[in-house]
């Protein structure tokens, strides 16, 4: 019930080109779906988030897509840049503020 | 302004040894949650305070505590290590415990190794 499952595990883009990260939840309760973008060595740092009563949600290059029938939820990520590589992470809000994380994905963009 | 800080930002350990990890958190941040990330996953809830009562627990056995002061830092104390507890210690601050308090802010972590 509390899983997020995230795909996939490692993306190889090439600059320029558009990133795509999916997750997937089961969990009904989840009210606020953040995405996090991790550098090595590094704190998560939130990118972008969504509430499950909006489809789509954009912000510069990157975009998250809703689809609450479904209980997925998507990152987009426009003219990928080579300082876009990193690890991202979906992760989906429960009760108290706490948040559950998928598995992450490494992302590399090629120059 | 400064962000959640953590400390210390690395340190080793043997098993069967005791570790504190610190946090302070944004400045009007009262509610601070702990996470663990083990290399290659993502962060895993271990614990939330607001006012200094634990307002959450995840799935971790009683070796993990947690405390926090009336200036709203933290404390995360984990007894008898164990080489799976190797993992970075992740501290995150929100303005309160409830859903409608706004976003997780992440420090950068406390690196622990166990050998």
């Known amino acids: 019930q509390q899983q997020v499952k995230q795909s996939p595990q490692s993306l190889i883009v090439q600059k320029g080109g558009i990133s795509i990260i999916n997750c997937a939840y089961e969990?009904?309760?989840?009210?606020?779906f953040p995405w996090y973008q991790q550098f090595p060595g590094k704190g998560p740092a939130l990118l972008i988030a969504?509430?499950?009563?909006?489809s789509e949600k954009k912000e510069g290059r990157f975009t998250i897509s809703f689809n609450k029938s479904a209980k997925q939820f998507s990152l987009h990520i426009m003219d990928s840049q080579p300082g876009d590589s990193a690890t991202y992470f979906c992760?989906?809000?429960?009760?108290?503020?706490?948040?559950?994380f998928g598995g992450g994905t490494r992302l590399m963009v090629k120059p | 302004d400064a962000g959640v800080t953590q400390s210390p930002t690395h340190l080793i350990k043997t098993r069967g040894q005791q570790v504190t990890l610190r946090c302070s958190p944004i400045?009007?941040?009262?509610?601070v949650s702990w996470y663990q990330q083990v290399l290659g996953q993502g962060p895993q809830f271990i614990f939330q305070?607001?006012?200094?009562?634990?307002?959450g627990r995840g799935n971790f056995p009683d070796r993990f505590s947690a405390r926090q002061f009336p200036n709203y830092s933290s404390e995360l104390n984990v007894n008898a290590l164990l080489l799976g507890d190797s993992a970075l210690y992740l501290c995150?601050?929100?303005?309160?415990?409830?859903?409608?308090?706004?976003?997780?802010?992440f420090g950068e972590g406390s690196r622990l190794t166990v050998l």
């Open positions: 400045s009007g941040h009262k509610s």
């Open positions: 305070y607001y006012e200094k009562e634990e307002r």
């Open positions: 969990n009904t309760a989840f009210d606020y």
């Open positions: 995150a601050s929100s303005l309160g415990p409830l859903t409608n308090t706004g976003e997780l802010f």
């Open positions: 992760a989906a809000r429960g009760a108290g503020n706490m948040l559950t």
């Open positions: 969504i509430r499950p009563d909006v």
